[in-house]
C-alpha cells in the first residue's frame, strides 16, 4: 500500500525555518519529513547512501547536511550503528490523535526502534498524554536493560577486564557502544594530532588552526574524488569512494592524502584500479610502520634488487705467456 506523508503549513511559519535555514537546508529538511522511509513514530530505517541517491547529491553533501542538522539546527539525531534517524518534533507536529488503530501502530513501529534512546528523545516533544507514555514506557524498558546488564556483570565478574574502565560494562547496550567508539575517536584523533606536531614542529597554538584543518580536510578530499574520478577507479562507484576517504581520518598516517594518492598511483601504474588493491597497498605500509611518504619512498629504493653484474667471456693469462718451443727440463740443477 502507498505511504503519505502531509506537511503542515505551519511548518513555512517556523522561526527556524524561515530565519536560519538555506534554501538548500528547507530541501533536505522537507526531504527528511516526506522520504518513503518516514515511519508514524518519527525514527525510521535510512542510510545517508539512499539520502544521496534520492537527493542527487554526494555522500560528502549529506553527511555535511546531516551535521549541519544534529548539531547547529539540532532537529535530528543519527544513530550510525542501527542507521537510525529520529525527528525531533515529529511528535509535536504529527501525534496528536489517539486511539486504538493509531495507538496500535505507534507500539508495533516501536517495538522494531533499535537505539531506544532515539525514543526518548523523541518524546520530549509530544504533547498527547496518551502517546507521551506509550514512548515512555519503552525508555523505562531501556533503563531497566541497562541495570540488568551491570548485574549481569556483577553477578558473574571477569577478571581478564578488572584493570578496563567500568564505563566499558555498559557496551551492551546501543548507547554504551556509541559512546565507547566516540571515546576511541577522540583519543585517536588526539593522538594523531601529537604524532603530527612531531612530524612538523613549525605548528604553533594558534585558534585559526582548527578552521584551517578543516579547509585542508575539504581540499584533500576535493583532490581525492577528482583523482579517483579522471583515472578512471569507478566515476559512479559512491560506496568505494566513501571507505578510502575514510582512511583520511582512520589511518596512523602523518601524510593521509599524499600517501593515499600514492597508493592510486601505484594501482594505475599496475592497471589494477580496484579498491581492494589500494587498500591493500595502504595496509602493508601501515604493517611496515611507513607514515610518510619520504619513508615509503626510501624503502621501496631499499627493496629493489641489486643488479648482477655482467660477466665477461673474455679469458685473460694466468702470469706471463710461455714461449713456443720451450722445453721443461726437471732434472736441471740436481748435480
Known sequence: MAKYRMVRTEFWKNPIVSETMTPEDKYFYLYLLTNPHTTQI??????????????????????????RF??????????????????KNWGKDNLHKGGK?????????????????LISYVSETILKDEIRSLYESFCKQDLEREVSDQDEHDTYPDTEYDEVDDTFMHQNTIRGQKENEKEKEKE?????????????????????????????????????????????????????????????DDSSFLQPKD??????????????????????????????????????????????????????????PAGRAIPSGFELDLTAGEE
Not at 545517508?48 to 551535521?67: C, N, P, R
Not at 488503530?101 to 534512546?117: A, F, R, T
Not at 612538523?200 to 581540499?219: A, F, G, L
Not at 583532490?223 to 574520478?229: G, S, T
Request: hydrophobic share 35%.
Open 188 to 248: 585517536k584523533e588526539k593522538e594523531k594530532q601529537q604524532q603530527q606536531k612531531a612530524f612538523n614542529p613549525n605548528i604553533e597554538n594558534n585558534p585559526e588552526i582548527e578552521d584551517q584543518s578543516q579547509n585542508q580536510k575539504s581540499k584533500d578530499v576535493k583532490e581525492m574524488i577528482e583523482f579517483w574520478d579522471n583515472n578512471g577507479f569507478g566515476f559512479s562507484n559512491v560506496n568505494a569512494k566513501q571507505q578510502l576517504l575514510s582512511w583520511l
Open 259 to 316: 600517501i593515499l594518492v600514492k597508493a592510486m598511483t601505484i594501482a594505475c601504474a599496475n592497471n589494477k584500479r580496484r579498491l581492494n588493491y589500494v587498500i591493500g597497498i595502504l595496509k602493508n605500509w601501515e604493517n611496515e610502520s611507513l607514515l610518510t611518504v619520504e619513508e615509503i619512498d626510501a624503502y621501496q629504493e631499499d627493496q629493489k634488487p641489486i643488479p648482477k653484474h655482467k660477466q665477461s667471456t673474455e679469458t685473460f
Open 70 to 87: 544534529i548539531e547547529h539546527h539540532k532537529l535530528i539525531r543519527y544513530n550510525p550503528v542501527t542507521r537510525e534517524l529520529a525527528i
Open 42 to 67: 518519527g525514527i525510521y530505517r535510512i542510510t545517508k547512501k539512499q539520502m544521496a541517491f534520492d537527493l542527487g547529491y554526494t555522500i560528502e553533501s549529506v553527511h555535511s547536511l546531516m551535521e
Open 101 to 117: 488503530p493509531v495507538m496500535d501502530c505507534i507500539n508495533s513501529e516501536l517495538k522494531e526502534v533499535e537505539d531506544l534512546s
